[in-house]
């Protein structure tokens, strides 16, 4: 496959970059054991529940085999999800050595923050902290905080170089604003990387919500000092403190089922992790091959720059012969999350075009078969919806029957694995009486809001992909302007009316086991209202 390039008059694919000669990374036995039992926990869960759908068939016909052949990749999407955590119980992760005390970095760190069109003031704050911190950790000397912009609109570019003029004057930080926003973010990144970033040994990224501490700062840095294969380590992340009571149950979700699905990631990923974009340290040497990524060939959606550029930069990096590491402990490492359904939908909406361009890239030549796996991944993340939508027509018109509850039950079980593994890990941690009884109610709250909340995503992704392949590009940040939409929760609403009429009308005896798909729906008004409502724990004392 051929990509043109961002320099009009280069043509490159993917295999005609650059390959310098660099350590071939080989997994260890620990990694080796952890994908096995990963391997044998997915395949098992996949084949238990996938034996229960087709034996419980109740007539086989042309819609049966349909509905079998997508709920089979769908399973051994949910079952990885569910080995991944019960691996992270099973292979937990070693404790790492920190640097000594008197420990120096040998090599400089450029600290990457990306903007583009962010409230300033707080981004101020963030950074005046961040210098804090490196100076306490005594990283001052060593590294250098450098802001890359891609900030547009008159207004905007005179409000944020008026809150880091202070800092810029000082000295603190350097700050450059690109007028021309070629390539997005991965282009202001190559820009700087292509006139700088020769200067430096490791470039740390962040994006404006991001938030690092010193000390975890220092321990990245002596941890890819002391392994010299290793071109990109990505710190796990803990989310903000939230403002509303949907920012709160993600973090709630965050904290229950974060811990073991992290660990589970890290232990059978080994050295082909993946990168989220930011929180992440890279080497300098390691990011040559990805720094200028190609653009696919065609107009968007699925042509033009690649949105999700962080999981492709990872590929490259592993092809490369550099180990990509996942360090999923969240000490002194967070990001902001959405705090509202919209901008959750929105955000979503820009991951699904990206993680669709990839059906283009997933054969690339060279990859490493665990990086097509987190290719594979990211796809299905989003077609998942879609297919699960189909499966839920075509079993509630009756188009599909099956006999029993069994599949259904083998379904929930296996959905339930991670919640059931962070519930362990909160009660290990909460031996007293009280304590005992908030890990049930977090494990509680969050079954249930994620179970009402469950349609609702459905529906938006399953939209989100439609729209894709339709060819609607959502494009970029684009400046504020009125917007057209129906009341919140109104879609959905009239969707789960439509669902529930058409099945009463084809199927009547499959409406009561629709309500759980269709209830959160109609109630979707009420309940989108509430979550974004301001959340207890945000109001002041």
Same mark, same amino acid.
């Given at each position: 496959?051929?990509?043109?390039?961002?320099?009009?008059?280069?043509?490159?694919?993917?295999?005609?970059?650059?390959?310098?000669?660099?350590?071939?990374?080989?997994?260890?036995?620990?990694?080796?054991?952890?994908?096995?039992?990963?391997?044998?926990?997915?395949?098992?869960?996949?084949?238990?529940?996938?034996?229960?759908?087709?034996?419980?068939?109740?007539?086989?016909?042309?819609?049966?085999?349909?509905?079998?052949?997508?709920?089979?990749?769908?399973?051994?999407?949910?079952?990885?999800?569910?080995?991944?955590?019960?691996?992270?119980?099973?292979?937990?992760?070693?404790?790492?050595?920190?640097?000594?005390?008197?420990?120096?970095?040998?090599?400089?760190?450029?600290?990457?923050?990306?903007?583009?069109?962010?409230?300033?003031?707080?981004?101020?704050?963030?950074?005046?902290?961040?210098?804090?911190?490196?100076?306490?950790?005594?990283?001052?000397?060593?590294?250098?905080?450098?802001?890359?912009?891609?900030?547009?609109?008159?207004?905007?570019?005179?409000?944020?170089?008026?809150?880091?003029?202070?800092?810029?004057?000082?000295?603190?930080?350097?700050?450059?604003?690109?007028?021309?926003?070629?390539?997005?973010?991965?282009?202001?990144?190559?820009?700087?990387?292509?006139?700088?970033?020769?200067?430096?040994?490791?470039?740390?990224?962040?994006?404006a919500d991001s938030r690092m501490s010193g000390a975890r700062i220092r321990r990245m840095i002596w941890r890819m000092?002391?392994?010299?294969?290793?071109?990109?380590?990505q710190a796990g992340m803990a989310l903000l403190p939230a403002r509303s009571r949907f920012g709160q149950f993600q973090?709630?979700?965050?904290?229950?089922?974060?811990?073991?699905?992290?660990?589970?990631?890290?232990?059978? @990923?080994?050295?082909?992790?993946?990168?989220?974009?930011?929180?992440?340290?890279?080497? @300098?040497?390691?990011?040559?091959?990805?720094?200028?990524?190609?653009?696919?060939?065609?107009?968007?959606?699925?042509?033009?720059?690649?949105?999700?550029?962080?999981?492709?930069?990872?590929?490259?990096?592993?092809?490369?012969?550099?180990?990509?590491?996942?360090?999923?402990?969240?000490?002194?490492?967070?990001?902001?999350?959405?705090?509202?359904?919209?901008?959750?939908?929105?955000?979503?909406?820009?991951?699904?075009?990206?993680?669709?361009?990839?059906?283009?890239?997933?054969?690339?030549?060279?990859?490493?078969?665990?990086?097509?796996?987190?290719?594979?991944?990211?796809?299905?993340?989003?077609?998942?919806?879609?297919?699960?939508?189909?499966?839920?027509?075509?079993?509630?018109?009756?188009?599909?029957?099956?006999?029993?509850?069994?599949?259904?039950?083998?379904?929930?079980?296996?959905?339930?694995?991670?919640?059931?593994?962070?519930?362990?890990?909160?009660?290990? @941690?909460?031996?007293?009486?009280?304590?005992?009884?908030?890990?049930?109610?977090?494990?509680?709250?969050?079954?249930?809001?994620?179970?009402?909340?469950?349609?609702?995503?459905?529906?938006?992704?399953?939209?989100?992909?439609?729209?894709?392949?339709?060819?609607?590009?959502?494009?970029?940040?684009?400046?504020?302007?009125?917007?057209?939409?129906?009341?919140?929760?109104?879609?959905?609403?009239?969707?789960?009316?439509?669902?529930?009429?058409?099945?009463?009308?084809?199927?009547?005896?499959?409406?009561?086991?629709?309500?759980?798909?269709?209830?959160p729906m109609i109630a979707a008004p009420l309940l989108i209202r509430w979550l974004n409502g301001i959340s207890p724990?945000?109001?002041?004392?």
């Amino acid at each position: 496959m051929t990509f043109q390039a961002r320099h009009p008059d280069v043509t490159c694919d993917l295999k005609a970059v650059r390959l310098a000669a660099k350590p071939v990374v080989r997994p260890s036995l620990p990694t080796r054991n952890a994908r096995i039992l990963f391997a044998v926990l997915t395949l098992g869960m996949t084949l238990l529940v996938g034996l229960g759908v087709i034996v419980n068939v109740a007539h086989w016909t042309a819609w049966s085999v349909l509905a079998v052949a997508l709920v089979l990749p769908s399973l051994l999407w949910i079952s990885g999800g569910a080995a991944t955590a019960l691996t992270g119980m099973l292979c937990p992760p070693r404790a790492e050595a920190g640097p000594p005390a008197v420990w120096c970095p040998a090599g400089r760190t450029a600290i990457l923050m990306l903007l583009c069109r962010e409230n300033p003031q707080p981004v101020a704050a963030a950074l005046t902290e961040l210098l804090r911190q490196t100076g306490k950790a005594g990283l001052g000397p060593s590294t250098r905080v450098i802001v890359l912009s891609d900030t547009f609109g008159a207004e905007a570019i005179a409000a944020e170089e008026s809150a880091l003029a202070p800092l810029i004057a000082a000295g603190l930080v350097d700050y450059r604003r690109r007028a021309d926003n070629t390539g997005r973010k991965p282009g202001n990144i190559a820009e700087w990387f292509d006139r700088a970033g020769q200067r430096f040994a490791y470039m740390l990224v962040m994006d404006a919500d991001s938030r690092m501490s010193g000390a975890r700062i220092r321990r990245m840095i002596w941890r890819m000092e002391q392994q010299p294969d290793l071109g990109l380590l990505q710190a796990g992340m803990a989310l903000l403190p939230a403002r509303s009571r949907f920012g709160q149950f993600q973090r709630t979700a965050s904290r229950l089922l974060g811990p073991h699905f992290g660990a589970g990631l890290a232990a059978w @990923t080994g050295a082909t992790g993946n990168y989220w974009g930011h929180n992440a340290l890279i080497r @300098t040497a390691a990011f040559t091959d990805a720094a200028h990524l190609p653009a696919l060939s065609g107009t968007a959606p699925f042509g033009g720059d690649i949105l999700s550029h962080d999981i492709i930069e990872a590929a490259v990096i592993r092809r490369g012969g550099w180990a990509v590491v996942f360090d999923p402990a969240a000490a002194g490492s967070a990001e902001d999350g959405p705090q509202d359904l919209a901008s959750y939908h929105r955000r979503n909406r820009r991951w699904c075009q990206g993680n669709l361009q990839h059906i283009r890239l997933i054969a690339a030549p060279g990859l490493h078969p665990i990086s097509r796996l987190h290719i594979a991944s990211g796809i299905f993340s989003f077609l998942a919806a879609p297919v699960w939508l189909i499966l839920v027509l075509m079993m509630g018109t009756g188009l599909v029957v099956l006999e029993g509850a069994v599949p259904l039950l083998l379904i929930v079980a296996v959905l339930l694995v991670p919640k059931i593994v962070g519930l362990q890990t909160l009660l290990k @941690t909460r031996r007293t009486p009280r304590r005992t009884r908030l890990a049930f109610r977090t494990f509680s709250g969050e079954l249930l809001l994620s179970t009402l909340l469950a349609p609702l995503v459905m529906l938006h992704h399953s939209a989100a992909v439609l729209s894709v392949m339709m060819g609607r590009d959502c494009g970029w940040k684009q400046p504020d302007g009125p917007r057209r939409n129906l009341p919140q929760g109104f879609a959905e609403a009239l969707t789960g009316l439509t669902l529930i009429a058409l099945v009463f009308h084809l199927n009547p005896a499959a409406a009561i086991w629709l309500l759980p798909v269709a209830g959160p729906m109609i109630a979707a008004p009420l309940l989108i209202r509430w979550l974004n409502g301001i959340s207890p724990q945000a109001l002041p004392a």
